[in-house]
Every structure is written in C-alpha cells, then in structure tokens.
C-alpha cells in the first residue's frame, strides 16, 4: 500500500467503516485507511494548519510498478514525534505501516504539496473535503495535539 495510489471507486467498493474513527461525541468522523493510504498529505496539511506542525513526506528512490519516485507517506512532526491519521506516535514508526524499496525523507513547505497536486503527482481535496477534516481536528485535538497529550502523560 502506498500513500499515492488511485481513488477507490465507491459504486465498486462499498465502504468498510471498521476503520473509522470518531470523537465519541457524536462529532465529526474520517476514515483513517483513507488517510493512511491515499490522502495522507491532505492529513498532514491539515494538521499543519490546525497545529502548525513542520511537514515532513517520505519518498521511494524508485517503485518498479510505477516506474518513477513516489510519495509513500506524508505526516507531520514535532521533536520525536511523528502525527498522521493513527494520531501521535514515536519517530520509528512513521513508516511501520507501508512497503517501500529506498525511502528517504525531506521536510517540506505547503507550497511543495500544492505544487505536488498542480503536477498531478498527488490529487487535490474533492469538494469539502479539506474543510470537513480541519473540523475533524478540532473536534479531536486530544488525539493529534502534541502539547495537549504530553501534559496528560499520555506520551
């Protein structure tokens, strides 16, 4: 599984809602597979502009299906650690749940994830989308704000 990868057909693929998560209040849900594998870097500039977090991707040197460098991963940071759709967790598991062949890592602007979108590298937001999930974190910041889980002990 890869972060790039196409959009499920949803008339094809009935949704699985094992995996999505909620805030129990009734609030705002996501599927986290979605953002894990395919919107990862709608996520992490989400979560950027909630949190202000540093933006780090994680590339492939090379995937032989593609033929070409791809996005494996997109996740933001702060000191050691690493914040996706799972929420916080230690810098070594970034990558824990992805196959990849040469990974390396460089952080980046938002400029270089528009400009990844503008060159069809990674797709846009469908409609909403990117609004629907900046509430999501909002209505969930115990689970992706680093300060707020850190002074719980939780971390």
Not at 100 to 112: K, P, Q
């Amino acid at each position: 599984n890869r972060c790039f990868r196409k959009k499920r057909n949803k008339q094809e693929n009935p949704i699985d809602y094992s995996g999505w998560v909620t805030n129990g209040n009734g609030g705002s849900e996501m599927n986290q597979d979605d953002y894990l594998y395919g919107d990862c870097h709608i996520f992490a500039m989400a979560l950027r502009e909630v949190f202000g977090y540093q933006m780090k991707i994680a590339l492939d040197e090379f995937d032989e299906e593609l033929e070409r460098e791809v996005l494996i991963h997109a996740f933001c940071f702060e000191g050691e650690h690493v914040i996706d759709a799972r929420g916080i967790s230690h810098a070594s598991d970034a990558l824990e749940p992805y196959d990849y062949n040469d990974v390396h890592f460089r952080e980046v602007e938002l400029s270089v994830l528009e400009q990844m979108m503008e060159d069809d590298f990674v797709h846009r937001p469908d409609d909403g989308q990117y609004k629907e999930l900046v509430q999501y974190l909002l209505d969930n910041k115990e689970t992706y704000q680093v300060k707020m889980r850190d002074k719980q002990g939780e971390l």
